[in-house]
């Protein structure tokens, strides 16, 4: 039987819809929650991101600011407007895109952010916070990757979930989610001599590497549950993720497919966290 797809855009709208109710709320107690993009250079893909997560405010009930600076901003200038944001108490959470600009060292722009407002949860305090189990922001896409299994209803206690992927914003964070959940986790990378040894003990894989046909249906378990966070391009041009998404479907019991898996759940765990850092303030 192929394997079920879990729906990340039927599963935004749902958390959308409850976003918007608890941004109302905040607004009628004259605490509209606040979110400020910034967005340094003219890079078109961080254009659109921007963009959408601007749009997605909006829609949401969520007040936004878009704040656009040249290529040529100092790291001295990017750093005193992210002061003045931490003053501002109509900004609840502030994100700044990346990449930035050679001569801003991304580091420093993200330990600038109060950790209070820190929705992208990428500072080392919040890595912290989710490290040693205390409440803090949690990266988007791992968190959004998250709600997309326990929309399953599967429980991960006792399961073996297997990374593929160790960046500091995706792998690393989903492993430790998932750990948190009570699974057993192994983390793989590119210097895993036999990915596919460790693939195929897997419960469930996550896929976030940035290369297509990385996972394949020789390389599961049958029943397995499979989230694609990868995005790549196919010969021909089209949006496409890490996984054979065709091959692995008739193996897995359920699967994320790309587009309209994880994609639309990292924006909706920007909007949630915005939610929590504003409810929280
Ligand atoms: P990244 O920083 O480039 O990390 C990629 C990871 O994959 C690295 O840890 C790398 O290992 C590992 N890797 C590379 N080749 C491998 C191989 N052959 N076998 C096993 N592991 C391998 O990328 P990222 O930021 O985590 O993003 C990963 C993918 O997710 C990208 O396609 C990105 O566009 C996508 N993404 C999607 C969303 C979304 O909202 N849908 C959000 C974020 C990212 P090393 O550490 O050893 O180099």
Same mark, same amino acid.
């Given at each position: 039987?192929?394997?079920?797809?879990?729906?990340?855009?039927l599963l935004?709208?749902?958390?959308?819809? !409850?976003?918007?109710?608890?941004?109302?709320?905040?607004? /009628?107690?004259?605490?509209?929650?606040?979110?400020?993009?910034?967005? +340094?250079?003219?890079?078109? /893909?961080?254009?659109?991101?921007?963009?959408?997560?601007?749009?997605a405010?909006?829609?949401a009930?969520?007040?936004?600011v878009?704040?656009?600076?040249?290529?040529?901003?100092? !790291?001295?200038?990017?750093?005193?407007?992210?002061?003045?944001?931490?003053?501002?108490?109509?900004?609840?959470?502030?994100?700044v895109?990346?990449?930035?600009?050679?001569?801003?060292?991304?580091?420093?722009?993200?330990?600038?952010?109060?950790t209070?407002?820190?929705?992208?949860?990428?500072?080392?305090?919040?890595?912290g916070?989710?490290?040693?189990?205390?409440?803090?922001?949690?990266?988007?896409?791992?968190?959004?990757?998250?709600?997309?299994?326990?929309?399953?209803?599967?429980?991960?206690?006792?399961?073996? /979930?297997?990374?593929?992927?160790?960046s500091?914003?995706?792998g690393?964070?989903? /492993?430790?989610?998932?750990?948190?959940?009570?699974?057993?986790?192994?983390?793989?990378?590119?210097?895993?001599?036999?990915?596919?040894?460790?693939?195929?003990?897997?419960?469930?894989? +996550?896929?976030a590497?940035?290369?297509?046909?990385t996972?394949?249906? !020789?390389?599961?378990?049958?029943?397995?549950?499979?989230i694609?966070?990868?995005?790549?391009r196919?010969?021909?041009?089209?949006?496409?993720?890490?996984?054979d998404?065709?091959?692995?479907?008739?193996?897995?019991?359920?699967?994320? #497919?790309?587009?309209g898996? +994880?994609? #639309?759940?990292?924006?909706?765990?920007?909007?949630?966290?915005?939610?929590?850092?504003? !409810?929280?303030?």
């Amino acid at each position: 039987m192929p394997a079920q797809l879990i729906d990340g855009n039927l599963l935004s709208q749902q958390l959308r819809a !409850e976003i918007a109710t608890r941004a109302a709320r905040l607004t /009628a107690q004259d605490k509209q929650p606040g979110l400020a993009v910034i967005l +340094v250079g003219d890079d078109p /893909a961080s254009q659109v991101y921007v963009r959408n997560k601007v749009k997605a405010c909006g829609d949401a009930g969520l007040y936004s600011v878009l704040e656009k600076y040249e290529e040529t901003l100092s !790291e001295a200038d990017l750093l005193r407007r992210i002061a003045a944001l931490n003053n501002d108490p109509k900004i609840h959470g502030i994100l700044v895109q990346m990449p930035l600009p050679k001569h801003i060292n991304p580091n420093k722009v993200i330990e600038a952010i109060s950790t209070s407002k820190d929705v992208d949860g990428y500072s080392v305090l919040s890595a912290g916070e989710l490290l040693t189990g205390l409440p803090g922001f949690r990266p988007c896409t791992p968190y959004g990757c998250m709600k997309l299994i326990e929309s399953t209803g599967y429980d991960l206690r006792g399961k073996h /979930a297997v990374v593929i992927g160790r960046s500091n914003t995706v792998g690393k964070p989903m /492993a430790l989610l998932l750990l948190q959940a009570n699974a057993s986790v192994t983390i793989c990378h590119s210097a895993t001599p036999d990915l596919a040894y460790h693939t195929r003990q897997a419960d469930i894989v +996550v896929a976030a590497v940035g290369r297509r046909n990385t996972l394949t249906a !020789e390389m599961i378990k049958p029943g397995a549950i499979v989230i694609d966070v990868g995005m790549n391009r196919d010969d021909a041009g089209k949006l496409c993720g890490d996984v054979d998404f065709l091959g692995v479907k008739n193996v897995a019991s359920y699967i994320t #497919p790309v587009p309209g898996g +994880v994609g #639309p759940m990292t924006i909706t765990m920007l909007l949630m966290n915005t939610i929590e850092a504003a !409810e929280r303030a």
